[in-house]
T-cell receptor, first 112, second 116 residues
């Protein structure tokens, strides 16, 4: 119940294309869903996050789509660039002080 | 921009030795965390710390591990009697309030521990 399942494990996208990464959860107590971006040798950095009271959140080229009934959320990267090549982790936790639970990560490679 | 800083960036230690990883969280943050990432795998929660005590810990965080905030600015993770399987990147993190309800958790760049 504490798991967040993430797919795909790796993704190759052409420059300018759309990258889509999916996550699913089971714990209905989760109410905060961030995405973290991690470059090699660096710590995860918050990219964008959503609460379940909205179905979509957009920040620049990054969009989270959230489907509460299906318990799924996804990250869309529009006009993907080589600089977006990194590992992306979805995460979730309930409100309060419970720590984040991370998905297994998706290694994105954007090729020119 | 304030950041979480960690030292050392990389440490090699012999199996059975004790290791202390150090972190300076962001100054006005109240919650502190240690996470671990074995090479190529997901980020795993170890422990959270608030008000000078452990608030939550995972199954990974057994008696081999301990945390301390010795002086009001540093936050340390001690690993006693290291094992080969402790080799991983250890991330310190902090947040101004609890990690839920949209309170961002900020991660340091990690300390890469290699046990030989």
């Amino acid at each position: 119940q504490q798991q967040v399942k993430q797919s795909p494990q790796s993704l190759i996208v052409q420059k300018g294309g759309i990258s889509i990464i999916n996550c699913a959860y089971e714990n209905t107590a989760f109410d905060y869903f961030p995405w973290y971006q991690q470059f090699p040798g660096k710590g995860p950095a918050l990219l964008i996050a959503i609460r379940p009271d909205v179905s979509e959140k957009k920040e620049g080229r990054f969009t989270i789509s959230f489907n509460k009934s299906a318990k799924q959320f996804s990250l869309h990267i529009m006009d993907s660039q080589p600089g977006d090549s990194a590992t992306y982790f979805c995460a979730a936790n309930p409100s309060g002080n419970t720590p984040l639970v991370f998905g297994k990560g998706t290694r994105l490679s954007v090729i020119a | 921009e304030p950041e979480v800083t960690q030292t050392p960036s990389h440490q090699v230690t012999q199996m059975g030795q004790e290791v202390i990883l150090r972190c300076v969280p962001i100054s006005n943050h109240l919650y502190f965390y240690w996470y671990r990432q074995i090479l190529g795998q997901k980020v795993e929660f170890l422990v959270s710390f608030y008000n000078n005590e452990i608030s939550e810990k995972s199954e990974i965080f057994d008696d081999q591990f301990s945390v301390e905030r010795p002086d009001g600015s540093n936050f340390t993770l001690k690993i006693r009697s290291t094992k080969l399987e402790d080799s991983a990147m250890y991330f310190c993190a902090s947040s101004p309030r609890g990690g839920g309800a949209g309170n961002t958790i900020y991660f340091g760049e990690g300390s890469w521990l290699t046990v030989v």
